[in-house]
């Protein structure tokens, strides 16, 4: 699996790093703009993610921004959708209905163990 975590909060990066790691390939982007270029130069090297990891709460463009241009771009260029996990610290329900309606895959409540990342992969289908 290759995935993109995307986080500006260093301990929360590190966390997730540390439970993807042995899961395959991962990068990092510090915000929603350089989301949407790793997502871009991936499909541009033919090595798509298969997951992106999307804080919603982030400087220069925030996660919901970059779940709606990921999905666009996916659209306009016929790709095959990556699975994307949205990543807060906010539980408040218009959060996750904004996750939702731009179309993600899933939502995580900060701090994020490691059971509840692997259970929300295996309902995805990106692990055994």
């Known amino acids: 699996m290759k995935a993109l975590i995307v986080e500006d909060d260093f301990i929360s990066r590190k966390i997730l790093l540390k439970f993807m790691l042995p899961l395959g390939e991962c990068d990092i982007a510090t915000n929603g703009s350089e989301a949407v270029e790793a997502f871009l ?3 541009s090297e033919g090595k798509p993610y298969d997951l992106i990891t999307l804080d919603i709460m982030m ?16 659209e306009d260029r016929e790709l095959p959708a990556a699975k994307i996990i949205m990543t807060t610290s906010l539980s ?16 995580l409540l900060k701090r994020i163990d490691r059971a509840d990342l692997h259970n929300k992969l295996r309902e995805l289908g990106l692990i055994d």
């Not at 408040?92 to 939502?107: L, T, W």
């Open 59 to 74: 400087p220069e463009m925030n996660g919901q921004e970059a779940l709606k241009r990921i999905r666009q771009t996916e």
């Open 41 to 43: 130069l991936a499909h």
């Open 92 to 107: 408040d329900a218009q959060n996750v209905m904004n996750a939702f309606k731009s179309q993600s895959d899933g939502y």
